[in-house]
Nanobody
Framework: QVQLVESGGGLVQAGGSLRLSCAAS????????MGWFRQAPGKEREFVAA????????VYGDSVKGRFTVSRDNAKKTLYLQMNRLKPEDTAVYYC?????????????????WGQGTQVAVSS
């Protein structure tokens, strides 16, 4: 089992920055891939970014490329999402997710474990 707890959400003005954290616990993570997804009201869950836990290989959704950076701290078992140049359309609940293999995926159904989400609101 894997437990994921997100934090760091909040209200920020357009153009500002936030850093989300996802604290992971449970089974070892060397064989995992971690992802960030988001869901705005009335919309489907959208892929944001993913990273392989051991090698740190990353992939990003088109809407966040060049603005968001995903990283991890192996010792702290914590996943991060640094969000810069935020836009009102980035407003959503952001979820951390984990899958039990080393393979990047942009599909939410590929992930086995999910956190409870953290709200990000960007005002114009």
């Amino acid at each position: 089992q894997v437990q994921l707890v997100e934090s760091g959400g909040g209200l920020v003005q357009a153009g500002g920055s936030l850093r989300l954290s996802c604290a992971a616990s449970g089974r070892t993570f060397s064989g995992n891939t971690m992802g960030w997804f988001r869901q705005a009201p009335g919309k489907e869950r959208e892929f944001v970014a993913a990273i392989t836990w051991s090698a740190g290989i990353t992939v990003y959704g088109d809407s966040v490329k060049g603005r968001f950076t995903v990283s991890r701290d192996n010792a702290k078992k914590t996943l991060y999402l640094q969000m810069n140049r935020l836009k009102p359309e980035d407003t959503a609940v952001y979820y951390c997710a984990s899958r039990n293999i080393v393979a990047l995926s942009t599909q939410s159904r590929a992930y086995d474990y999910w956190g409870q989400g953290t709200q990000v609101a960007v005002s114009s």
